[in-house]
């Protein structure tokens, strides 16, 4: 019985022959190894864009990491300063006549005993910072009763033997291709030897402003005027910014006119920054005759390049408000502002802040509208109100680069290096808020 039930199962089943377009089981094997193939063609197609995407990201942290490399290497030993120990004595004579050159110098000579001649001891001048009197005074001016005195200061070296003594200048080339004569050299060596000369952390980096010496120079006047420009940045920008974005998103009618200003806002936040400049210079400057190179003027030429950022940014985050907020809010008896002061604002203020960090980290870094408004100038002083002469880090940055002296060289660096550290902390700070706030719908 069961051999009966077998002979009609295979008389049934039919043979893979008998099927339309089927020739047997070597077209099978042959469909199958084209299939096989057309499959590690593709495998190997995604394995060749992985590699390529992964060289890409290797080649950009390798131009990244030289780039910083450079301006580390560049700008680290700016942190440091040459200073020359000296036994002055301080004559009242002297002092009262303010005149601190020749205290300096004579103490500087008496560590040089061989030295009689003229040229000589103009050689061991130059050693000496031209700023080096007046810190003298300033010592004296803190405290008179070193008046009459002898006592040990450490001050400033020139710039020339601050580079020397970071090893900025080669010894082997020939002194009139080194711009360091050989007497320099020789009496910068022998401080040296006697502990004389010496490093020490450089203060005057972030107290100072803008100097025609390079070791007189800092960044003190920039980074405090970059601040008072993003304090009347903030002051115009985020309160103006916010309420736009509430209303254009809560309250604004859909028409054609808010669909005009939509495409404006959009088209502006994308308007290069030189444009706000010239802006600012034809309406601020040209037509209310507000003062030139001051943080007031920058800060609302700053304020019309950030405001669009902040719309869009605002409007982002209250679009990601569920909707279902809006109507709880309103079913429980809260009218359409409560709904978004007490409800809406509040959850989309992480993203809010986000983007108004961000916004304000653009305008600390852009350089191109601050020309155009005159804060190019060289500002000693360290400013002191919204409207005095100042000039802010990118500016600086700029104007170091253009320098001749060795020596700003290494204060451009420096200055990018603490632009970036700020740059890097304030995106820090957006990404943090945005992680500890962020609420997932």
Do not use: C
Request: charged share 20%; proline share 6%.
């Amino acid at each position: 019985m069961t051999d009966l039930v077998e002979q009609d199962a295979a008389a049934v089943t039919p043979s893979p022959a008998s099927f339309p377009g089927s020739h047997g089981p070597a077209k099978s094997r042959v469909r199958s190894e084209a299939f096989a193939r057309r499959l590690r063609a593709r495998h190997a197609a995604e394995r060749r864009f992985r590699l390529a995407g992964a060289a890409a990201v290797a080649l950009a942290a390798l131009m990244l990491v030289v780039l910083l490399g450079s301006i580390v290497a560049k700008g680290s030993t700016a942190f440091w300063e040459a200073r020359i120990r000296l036994e002055v004595t301080l004559d009242p004579a002297e002092v009262a006549e303010r005149n601190y050159a020749p205290i300096l110098r004579r103490a500087l000579h008496a560590q040089f005993p061989q030295v009689t001649d003229r040229a000589g001891k103009r050689v061991l001048n130059d050693l000496l910072s031209s700023g080096a009197p007046y810190e003298l005074e300033a010592m004296v001016a803190k405290n008179p009763a070193l008046v009459g005195t002898t006592l040990t200061v450490w001050v400033r070296a020139d710039d020339e033997i601050d580079q020397l003594v970071k090893g900025r200048y080669r010894r082997d080339l020939p002194e009139s291709e080194r711009g360091l004569s050989d007497a320099k050299i020789a009496a910068a060596d022998a401080l040296l030897a006697s502990g004389a000369l010496a490093q020490g952390f450089n203060t005057t980096l972030f107290t100072a402003g803008d100097s025609r010496e390079p070791e007189q120079a800092g960044i003190g006047g920039a980074i405090v005027g970059s601040l008072l420009t993003l304090l009347v940045t903030m002051a115009l920008s985020v309160p103006v910014g916010i309420s736009a974005a509430v209303y254009l998103e809560e309250f604004a009618p859909k028409n054609r006119w808010t669909d005009l200003i939509e495409v404006n806002i959009n088209n502006l936040a994308a308007v290069p920054s030189i444009i706000f400049g010239l802006l600012g210079l034809a309406v601020f400057l040209g037509f209310f005759g507000m003062p030139r190179s001051a943080p007031l003027v920058g800060g609302l030429v700053m304020a019309l390049m950030t405001l669009p950022v902040i719309i869009i940014s605002a409007r982002v985050a209250l679009k990601a408000v569920p909707p279902s907020i809006r109507e709880a809010a309103l079913g429980i008896g809260a009218s359409p502002l409560q709904t978004v002061l007490h409800h809406v604002l509040p959850l989309a203020m992480p993203g809010i802040l986000t983007g108004t960090i961000i916004g304000m980290a653009r305008a600390l870094g852009e350089t191109a509208p601050l020309l155009m408004i005159g804060m190019v100038a060289f500002i000693v002083d360290v400013p002191h109100g919204l409207t005095d002469s100042a000039t802010v880090l990118p500016v600086q940055i700029y104007m170091w680069a253009d320098s001749p002296e060795r020596a700003f060289t290494e204060r451009t660096s420096a200055a990018i290096l603490i632009l970036l550290g700020i740059l890097i902390l304030l995106n820090g700070t957006a990404v943090i808020l945005r992680k500890i706030f962020e609420r997932r719908w």
